[in-house]
């Protein structure tokens, strides 16, 4: 599929006076409760043209659900939203799914009745504009579609759409595979070894170097599959998301998705839950590096239903033998002819060569060996170069004896500017994996031009957007990290990022003032440090310090493995995350007030943010989420003249927000689980604006709200 990467599945299309509150609400529940990633715009009020925001979002969705009620038509964003959406749909190839809901389709492809009506209201302000809304709906009611009057009730239509919208997801993702090289080879051979027709529970391992495509493959046999068991799922970077979240958050999210419902972590007992013996599911577990934790994940065969089916990548073959594997496939090099079309097609965008760069295309494809990864990689480099460009590459390879991935790939960074290199160690070293929107928010608040950025090392290949999150293959990361780890092999204190608890400890703790001004970004997990003292000396000489990130998993914000006296971060620091921050509220000097860009305390003890108030002019982001014992908040009218972001969800000591701190630059205000919560003011432009965002679910005791 090609165009812009999608980051929703669906977008609804809907007159929220018509079908907010009853049909539109049904169908979007059930769509979370499949966990299909779906944009619904919520805002009661709307301008007569649609936002930038909405042209974005349709852009990057997958299928468009188009529910046409009897007033759609009087909505000329609506209207608007449907062009759009069909302008999608012919140049990106689109999926669009019309639901005619108590209307007769006929009326809608003709434009009659109240579709006539409301038409007409606009024709004498909207010109020749009404003659392209008539068009279509003329086009949008010819597609095939649900009819609200023939499949009855309604919960079944809501059932029968959203398996529609499974199939065409399903679909979507089997034509992004079917574009890669030698991938239906890999496909049937998966597929030979399921023995699909079998009631057994097999267990089937996918093994190979790294960058040799088992996630691609995977990938690919889950997409095509997928629909034939009654519940499915991926789990892609195993190994990641554990370090990350631990192994039983892993757990209790996959089978949340395969029981579609919300299950703890401490929950996760197989053996306490029999539907999942009843169950015929796919599940795929990618990247798996020890056979110890994968038993944890899935136990033994007999957990499962009839016909189920699980599918784990390793680069270790004795991992996929200690989980009883009934097979294990093992993925090779490819041959010489899938090697050139894959290089071809990322070197001139096309499945095989400019004539007179021939020669030159063999020798590339002697270094890479038949690997995926490093095909891809080199052919994205060498994109619109000319020959001295390319012989000049050769050269640098040359002086390698054998084919070392670590140089190879480093190579694509090696041809990036400066802040596109810092942008990649950035996302390498600490947010593989997440939002791309808020990692970008936050790379634009280091000074970063981040979307730039990011979209260079999308065409180097060096990263990915998957489900809009930020995908890296882990060859490409461990080389972010190796090279951070060069700029001083001896010596942590002098490299630009430190990510290792025993590399922090030794910067932080044993050597006073041992960091330097190399250092950019600490990210520090208080669970896997032992015992360190903060205190002046600590960050004396770290001038260049932007980012330092304090993870604690001590609930009570009482971490015995950091402690700190007095002490004042260095004055270049932008973005400053302490999570159970433990003292009451922050020291005066704690950090430069003119330079801070976010600051974020989520799950802290402080009662109030400063005994006296500071002014933080560059301050856009404050985060104090769950933050139990916090009872007010300072008036940031005046403190913080440039806030965009202000997120207090769940403190539930909260009383009163005044209206004061809400500026023309705020964007987003989430108070939800403020239980306390007794009043609030909120001026109009927040709600007006194409961005904002108010959330006050969960606020029982709010008695005021002022607009």
């Not at 669906?10 to 907010?20: A, C, P, Y």
């Not at 999926?95 to 209307?103: D, R, T």
């Not at 998705?257 to 999942?276: A, W």
């Not at 015992?531 to 993870?551: C, P, S, Y």
Request: aromatic share 8%.
């Amino acid at each position: 599929m090609s165009g812009q990467n999608p980051k929703h599945d669906v977008f609804l299309s809907f007159r929220g006076e018509d079908t907010r509150d009853n049909f539109t609400s049904h169908l979007y529940a059930e769509l979370c409760r499949k966990k299909i990633e779906t944009f619904i715009d919520n805002k009661l009020g709307r301008g007569e043209e649609i936002s930038p925001t909405l042209h974005r979002a349709i852009k990057e969705s997958t299928v468009y659900v188009v529910i046409l009620s009897e007033h759609y038509a009087s909505s000329t964003w609506c209207l608007d939203e449907l062009t759009e959406i069909l302008k999608c749909k012919e140049i990106y190839g689109r999926e669009v799914i019309p639901v005619f809901y108590k209307v007769d389709p006929s009326n809608v492809r003709h434009q009659r009745q109240s579709y006539a009506d409301d038409l007409v209201k606009h024709q004498q302000r909207f010109g020749s504009k009404v003659d392209a809304w008539k068009a279509a709906l003329t086009q949008v009611a010819g597609l095939s579609g649900w009819d609200s009057h023939v499949t009855r009730p309604e919960s079944t239509l809501v059932t029968k759409i959203v398996k529609d919208i499974l199939k065409k997801l399903n679909r979507c993702l089997l034509s992004y595979y079917e574009g890669m090289t030698g991938i239906d080879t890999h496909i049937e051979q998966i597929q030979s070894l399921l023995l699909l027709e079998s009631p057994a529970v097999r267990i089937i391992g996918i093994w190979g170097m790294g960058g040799i495509g088992k996630t691609t493959i995977a990938s690919a046999a889950f997409g095509k599959l997928a629909l034939q068991f009654s519940s499915n799922n991926i789990v892609l970077n195993v190994q990641q998301e554990i370090e990350k979240a631990g192994l039983d958050h892993v757990k209790s999210k996959y089978l949340s998705k395969l029981l579609e419902e919300d299950i703890r972590s401490s929950e996760c007992n197989f053996s306490f839950d029999p539907r999942l013996k009843e169950t015929k599911v796919l599940l795929v577990f990618d990247d798996v590096k020890d056979s110890d934790q994968l038993k944890d994940l899935i136990g033994s065969h007999s957990n499962f239903g009839q016909g189920s089916r699980i599918i784990v990548t390793s680069r270790d073959k004795q991992v996929l033998v200690n989980a009883n594997a009934d097979e294990i496939y093992e993925v090779r090099g490819m041959d010489h002819q899938d090697s050139l079309e894959l290089f071809c097609l990322f070197a001139f965008k096309q499945n095989h060569p400019i004539e007179s760069y021939v020669s030159l295309v063999e020798r590339f494809l002697d270094y890479a060996k038949g690997l995926p990864l490093a095909l891809k990689v080199l052919g994205s480099l060498l994109y619109g170069k000319t020959k001295e460009v390319w012989d000049s590459q050769l050269q640098k390879l040359k002086k390698l004896p054998d084919l070392k991935i670590f140089r190879l790939l480093k190579l694509s960074y090696d041809g990036l500017d400066d802040e596109q290199k810092d942008i990649f160690l950035d996302i390498a070293c600490f947010y593989r994996g997440e939002l791309e929107n808020a990692v970008a928010q936050i790379l634009d608040y280091c000074g970063f031009s981040a979307r730039v950025g990011m979209d260079v090392l999308k065409d180097r290949c060096l990263i990915s957007i998957l489900e809009g999150k930020i995908w890296m293959h882990d060859l490409i990361q461990e080389m972010g990290h190796e090279t951070v780890r060069l700029q001083c092999v001896n010596d942590p204190g002098k490299r630009s990022r430190l990510w290792k608890s025993n590399d922090i400890y030794d910067v932080l703790s044993k050597n006073k003032g041992k960091g330097t001004d190399a250092i950019q970004c600490i990210f520090l997990n208080t669970k896997e440090i032992k015992k360190v003292q903060l205190h002046d000396e600590t960050f004396k000489k770290m001038h260049n310090l932007r980012m330092i990130r304090i993870k604690s998993y001590n609930s009570n914000g009482n971490d015995s493995n950091v402690t700190f006296d007095a002490f004042r971060f260095p004055d270049h620091l932008k973005f400053l995350f302490w999570e159970a921050f433990p003292q009451k509220s922050l020291q005066q000097n704690f950090f430069c007030r003119e330079n801070l860009v976010i600051l974020e305390m989520i799950r802290s003890n402080l009662e109030q943010l400063w005994e006296q108030d500071q002014v933080l002019p560059s301050l856009k982001k404050l985060n104090l989420s769950n933050s139990m014992m916090l009872q007010g908040l300072p008036d940031l009218y005046n403190l913080c003249p440039n806030i965009e972001d202000v997120i207090l969800s769940g403190c539930i000591s909260l009383i009163h927000v005044y209206s004061s701190s809400f500026l023309n630059n705020l964007n987003r205000l989430c108070l939800d689980g403020c239980s306390k919560l007794e009043s609030v003011m909120i001026r109009s432009n927040i709600l007006s604006r194409s961005s904002g965002l108010v959330a006050l679910h969960g606020c029982h005791n709010l008695k005021i709200l002022l607009y």
